[in-house]
């Protein structure tokens, strides 16, 4: 007959596998999350550790949260972070370098001494008697036996929890609601502010990019008639950024005009 | 291998996100140490409901993960707001009323 060998509370191997590799794996993604420099990294460690969080979940007969692990975490609270990120600046690295002097060292002191204390408190806690398991109470299932909690015994801190939520929804709203200052322009307004303005030279719109014929793309300014080149053909978030090409590059004296011919 | 060595790495990535907390000055990397905070306790939670044989830990890290999803809305707004204001999502900077 085959045997699982599966006493309660003892895993089966397969889940000792899992547990061997991912749990290095997520205390090391984890420790990255504070070593990296750039917050996107981070946030794509972070990701990481939700992932390998949700698999235990669902390693531990906790399907529904496992789902709900990978939908709300990975999906949405995740995807709300890279939003923010990009909002604020993606390239907004920290810098490494402690403010506070002495703050590192009696952090990581903190830290080894709190989890050492954790570890050792978990490994000396006994209960008396091994783990029961959870096949009996998903027995029905474990989202119907979720529900079967959520709306007996726990319904009051569940619509407390959903008030919570809408309220959240709300604040966020007023706090990222920016009042305008000033009224919006109106067409005619542009259209005025264009042609009285301090020249004429850019009424009838900003030249494109490109050196024709040569190099046709954005991050090369057009030259002007007299071989000058002109500055605001260029996007202006390009030039700030240095990602501007030299004209130069592309100029008829430098380029080898000789026809080869072709075989 | 024992249920409880998930409590251990629970601890740990606990410990781990408590150090970002204090560590790191970017105020987005603060609040993802914060959520990895929130996730380690809700590991222990699933374990103990597992160790118990009944599903009310379960709930309680359902109830932990809409109230982090809350945390993490109004939180990235304040973010927003103070970097509209000051130009920075550096939690050293914020120290006004230091002065």
Redesign the interface.
């Known amino acids: 007959m085959l045997q699982l060998a599966l006493e309660v509370g003892q895993t089966a191997k397969p889940e000792a596998v899992m547990f061997w590799i991912l749990g290095p794996l997520a205390v090391v993604a984890a420790l990255g999350m504070l070593l990296v420099k750039k917050a996107v990294h981070s946030a794509i460690l972070m990701a990481f550790v939700m992932i390998i969080l949700a698999i235990f979940y669902i390693a531990q007969d906790a399907a529904f949260l496992g789902i709900v692990q990978i939908v709300v975490y990975t999906g949405a609270v995740m995807m709300l972070f890279l939003f923010i990120l990009m909002l604020v600046g993606v390239d907004s690295s920290d810098s490494l370098t402690e403010t506070i002097r002495g703050l590192r060292p009696i952090a990581i002191t903190a830290a080894v001494g709190f989890g050492g204390l954790m570890v050792s408190l978990l490994g000396h806690a006994t209960l008396g008697r091994g783990a029961v398991g959870l096949t009996q109470a998903n027995a029905d299932g474990n989202v119907q036996g979720l529900a079967q909690l959520l709306f007996s015994t726990y319904v009051w801190p569940f619509e407390v929890v959903s008030s919570l939520l809408i309220t959240a929804a709300l604040g966020a709203m007023v706090l990222a609601h920016q009042q305008r200052t000033s009224t919006r322009p109106t067409q005619r307004q542009l259209s005025i502010n264009r042609f009285r303005g301090d020249s004429l030279g850019t009424a009838a719109g900003l030249p494109g990019p490109g050196v024709y014929a040569r190099h046709n793309a954005v991050d090369v300014p057009a030259l002007l008639p007299d071989g000058t080149p002109a500055a605001d053909s260029v996007n202006a978030t390009l030039s700030a950024r240095g990602d501007m090409l030299d004209y130069k590059k592309f100029d008829l004296s430098e380029v080898n005009t000789k026809v080869e011919e072709e075989k | 291998?024992?249920?409880?060595?998930?409590?251990?790495?629970s601890?740990?990535?606990?410990?781990?996100?408590?150090?970002?907390v204090?560590?790191?000055?970017?105020a987005?990397?603060v609040?993802?140490?914060i959520?990895?905070m929130l996730?380690a306790a809700?590991?222990s939670f699933?374990?103990f409901?597992?160790?118990?044989?009944?599903?009310?830990g379960?709930?309680m890290?359902?109830?932990t993960?809409?109230?982090?999803?809350?945390?993490?809305?109004?939180g990235?707004?304040?973010?927003?707001?103070i970097?509209?204001s000051r130009r920075?999502?550096?939690v050293?900077d914020a120290s006004l009323l230091k002065r």
Do not use: H, P
């Not at chain 2, 601890?11 to 970002?20: D, E, N, Y």
């Not at chain 2, 409901?49 to 009310?56: F, K, P």
């Not at chain 2, 993960?65 to 109004?74: N, P, T």
């Open positions: 291998m024992d249920a409880s060595n998930y409590l251990y790495i601890a740990l990535l606990f410990t781990i996100g408590a150090v970002g204090v560590v790191r000055r970017n987005i990397v609040f993802m140490c959520e990895l996730n809700n590991l699933v374990t409901s597992r160790i118990n044989g009944d599903l009310d379960q709930v890290a359902f109830f993960m809409v109230v982090a999803a809350c945390e993490v809305v109004v990235l707004a304040i973010i927003v707001t970097y509209r920075s999502a550096s050293d």
